[in-house]
């Protein structure tokens, strides 16, 4: 079951792609780009350097997981509980270190430059999902998820369950859609829902640094980092990427070294 969830996630992300982006464009949540038709080749483009980028850090990722198992390295290699336990454990431990990571994102400069590419899209769309910078990519795939799930002594089967519920939600988060009232109200109680995360693609800053739980949002209410904000209420993206051109492919994969404040001032004095 573990290696057939494993082996269908490529799946379910292209499904929920279609799906998603078949909803936003009958029952939109949000405003549309004014070009819609550049914004999805744009941020497609973007997608498909990061998705190649994610599946060769996915490897690396795997090897680290199976080789720690191997060994029993790691907490959970280190307690004799059942098996599902240390899968349910594994998972939340995983979710935690996550956001941590996204916290770091946010809080170094020199990380938060590769980051920005993902906050910079000013429409939120399915094809913002996968709108991150290869950089970026590396830092959560390769040294986060393989370092954590050394020192958490991840089972194989928790990386797997966790990518499974991961994926479509990821999905879904940054979509131009939204659930119903009632059903947003509770999920929200435990997932980082579209709505919850939505508030964290603000162009505030105290809401951007907000909502970083990527599956649960118990992290978030734990440590204080969210606020109730309406998704259709806040203005989303970067003040730094207010041009057109700035949306290209190519500017989005060379920003983090270009000096974008020069840019963000001359905007001011206009």
């Not at 996550?98 to 399915?126: A, E, G, M």
């Not at 109200?185 to 970083?212: G, M, N």
Request: charged fraction near 15%.
């Amino acid at each position: 079951m573990i290696e057939f969830l494993g082996n269908i996630q490529p799946i379910i992300l292209l499904f929920m792609l279609v799906l998603m982006y078949s909803i936003e464009n009958i029952f939109p949540y949000l405003e549309k780009p004014d070009r819609p038709a550049q914004h999805y080749k744009r941020n497609y483009g973007t997608s498909v350097i990061s998705f190649v980028v994610n599946a060769l850090m996915g490897a690396i990722v795997v090897m680290a997981i199976v080789t720690a198992n191997h060994k029993q390295i790691g907490l959970l290699n280190l307690v004799n509980i059942p098996k599902y336990a240390k899968i349910i454990i594994g998972i939340l431990l995983f979710d935690f270190g996550s956001y941590l990571t996204h916290n770091l994102q946010h809080r170094i400069p020199l990380l938060w430059r590769f980051h920005r590419v993902h906050h910079s899209d000013f429409h939120l769309n399915s094809s913002s999902s996968l709108r991150f910078h290869p950089v970026d990519v590396i830092v959560s795939q390769c040294i986060y998820q393989s370092l954590g799930a050394i020192v958490i002594g991840l089972p194989v089967s928790a990386f797997v369950i966790y990518g499974t519920i991961a994926i479509p939600l990821l999905i879904m988060q940054h979509s131009n859609v939204r659930l119903p009232q009632n059903v947003e109200r509770v999920a929200c109680l435990i997932f980082a829902t579209p709505c919850w995360h939505k508030i964290h693609h603000s162009t505030e800053q105290p809401l951007t640094d907000s909502h970083y739980g990527d599956v649960f949002s118990l992290w978030d209410r734990l440590f204080g980092t969210w606020g109730y904000t309406k998704p259709h209420e806040i203005k989303y993206g970067l003040d730094e990427f207010k041009s057109n051109e700035q949306h290209q492919v190519w500017y989005l994969l060379k920003s983090p070294v270009k000096n974008n404040q020069r840019l963000l001032d001359d905007q001011r004095q206009e």
